[in-house]
C-alpha cells in the first residue's frame, strides 16, 4: 500500500509511487525475527531534540561519516528489506541523506522512541549549531549502525538511528541559541536530549521556525517576534480578473509540474484542487492535505502554490498575481511575512511581464518595505514568460533544479 494511502494524506492518482516526503515516520521493531516498519502519528508540536556529534576523537569521526559526508540508499540496500528500501525512496526521492544513531540505554531509548515524524534534530559540534533538520524516518539496526560507526570500547555501537532531512548547514553560537529555550547562555548539551515541549511551543509562538531562526542569527540580524496569533478568520479580496481565468491555471499548473519535477510536494488551495488544465486534474498532482505545526502559519494554505519537502518544511510560495489592483497577492504573502517573520524560504510573485513596474512600486511602499516585513528585500518577481520557458525545457526531463526559478526571478532595484 503507498505511503500516502496509509496516512490518509493524500493521493497521486497518476503514479503513487512519487510520493516523497509526506510527514511519515517509519519504526523498525523485532516481530518473528524480522524487522518491520511501521508509522507513526503526526501532531502540532514538533519536538526539538539538541544531538551533540563530536566532543572525541571516535565522535568526530563520526561526525565527518555521516553529516559531514552525505549517504546514498545504495549503500544501506543490504541491511534492509526491499519494503525499507522503497520508503527511503520515496522519502529521499534519490537524494543523498544524513543519518545519526545513538548507543541503547534506558534515557536514550526513551528520547529515541518519542521522535516523530518532522521533529527538529539540533546538531552540536565544537560549541556551536552545526546542522539543523528535520527527522524523516529512524530505525533500530544494528548492523547497519556497525557498518556506519563500528562498536564503541563496551562492544555497543549506535543502533538507535534516525534519517535526517531538509539538513541546513548552520554556525550559530550555542549562547545565542539557549536563551530562545530558556537555558542559560553558558549551557552545553551533553549526549542526546529533548528539550522540553514548554519551552518549544514558547519558542514557535514567539520566533517561527527553527532553522529560519538559526539563519537570522547566522546572519548577525535581530529576531522579530511574531505578533500574537489570534482567532484564524479569512476574508476574501475583491479581485478583477484582468486576463482570462485559464491563465492563472496555466501558471498554477507549470509550477505544479515544476514542483513535482524538482522532488517537492506541491500544495493548492482546496478550492482549486478541483481545477484541471488541458486536462490535467490538479488533485491527482498535490496534497490534499496541508500538515499543520505552530512553526507553519496556517496563512500559507491561502496561497497559490507552494512547495514543500520533508514533512513540514516550505520551500517556495508562489502568488500568481492576475488582479487588477495587484494588491491580493502581495497581502496573502504579507500575511504569510507576519506570521513568520524569521523564515528563510523565498517568495514570488508571479505575473505577466507588463506588470512588473506595478509589482515593485507596490513593494516599495512603506507598509511592504518597513523594518518587520521588508517585503521589498524578500519577495522575487517571476514573469509568466519565464515560468513557460522554464516549464516547456523541462517537460522530458527526469528532474528539475529549484536554483533555476531563482535565477530566472528578479528582484526590487534599489532605485
Keep these: 500500500m503507498p505511503i500516502a494511502d496509509e496516512m490518509g494524506m493524500y493521493k497521486r492518482t497518476l503514479d503513487p509511487m512519487r510520493c ?7 519504526r523498525v521493531e523485532r516481530c518473528s525475527a524480522r524487522r518491520i516498519m511501521a508509522q507513526m502519528p503526526g501532531r502540532t508540536l514538533r519536538k526539538v531534540f539538541l544531538v551533540v556529534a563530536g566532543g572525541n576523537a571516535a565522535a568526530e569521526r563520526h561526525f565527518e561519516d555521516t553529516i559531514q559526508r552525505t549517504r546514498t540508499v545504495e549503500e544501506v540496500r543490504r541491511f534492509l528489506s526491499p519494503k525499507e528500501i522503497e520508503q527511503l525512496e520515496r522519502i529521499y526521492h534519490g537524494s ?25 534534530v539540533l546538531i552540536y559540534n565544537g560549541g556551536r549549531i552545526r546542522f539543523a533538520g528535520e527527522i524523516a ?3 533500530r539496526n544494528r548492523e547497519l549502525a556497525r557498518f556506519f560507526w563500528t562498536e564503541n570500547e563496551a562492544g555497543n555501537t549506535w543502533e538507535l538511528m ?52 538559526l539563519k537570522t542569527l547566522e546572519r548577525g540580524e535581530e529576531l522579530i517576534h511574531v505578533p500574537v496569533r489570534r482567532q484564524t478568520f479569512s476574508a476574501e479580496i475583491d479581485e478583477h480578473i484582468e486576463r482570462v481565468a485559464t491563465e492563472h491555471d496555466e501558471m498554477q499548473w507549470r509550477l505544479i509540474r515544476l514542483g513535482n519535477l524538482a522532488k517537492c510536494d506541491v500544495w493548492v488551495p482546496r478550492n482549486d484542487q478541483a481545477k484541471q488544465f ?12 496541508f500538515h499543520h505545526t505552530l512553526d507553519v502559519p496556517r496563512s500559507v494554505e491561502n496561497i497559490d502554490v507552494v512547495w514543500k519537502f520533508g514533512p513540514y518544511s516550505i520551500k517556495s ?6 488582479s487588477t489592483s495587484i494588491y491580493s497577492g502581495i497581502l496573502r504573502l504579507s500575511d504569510l511575512r507576519a506570521e513568520a517573520p524569521n523564515s528563510n524560504y523565498p517568495l514570488f ?53 529549484s536554483g533555476a526559478l531563482l535565477a530566472a526571478s528578479e528582484i526590487v532595484p534599489l532605485l
Design 349 to 401: 510573485i508571479v505575473a505577466s511581464e507588463n506588470r512588473k513596474k506595478k509589482v515593485f512600486d507596490e513593494l516599495k511602499r512603506p507598509t511592504f518595505s518597513g523594518p518587520c516585513l521588508r517585503l521589498h528585500e524578500v519577495i522575487k518577481f517571476l514573469g509568466y514568460d519565464k515560468v513557460r520557458k522554464l516549464d516547456d525545457v523541462s517537460k522530458n526531463a527526469k528532474e528539475f533544479d
Design 278 to 289: 488541458e486536462g490535467h486534474q490538479f488533485r491527482d498532482y498535490v496534497l490534499r492535505e
Design 20 to 26: 516523497g516526503p509526506l510527514g511519515v515516520i517509519f
Design 137 to 139: 524516518a529512524k530505525a
Design 317 to 322: 510560495a508562489f502568488e500568481i498575481e492576475h
Design 162 to 213: 534516525y534519517f535526517i532531512v531538509n539538513e541546513e548547514r548552520t554556525n550559530v553560537p550555542i549562547e545565542k541559541l539557549n536563551p530562545l529555550f530558556g537555558y542559560q547562555s553558558n549551557y552545553r548539551p551533553q549526549g542526546f536530549s529533548m528539550i522540553n515541549d514548554a519551552a518549544v511551543s514558547h519558542f514557535a509562538q514567539n520566533y517561527g521556525d527553527v532553522l529560519g531562526v
Design 96 to 120: 543523498n541523506f544524513i543519518v545519526w544513531g545513538a548507543v541503547p540505554g534506558p534515557m536514550n531509548e526513551s528520547r529515541w522512541e518519542k521522535m516523530s515524524a518532522g521533529d527538529v
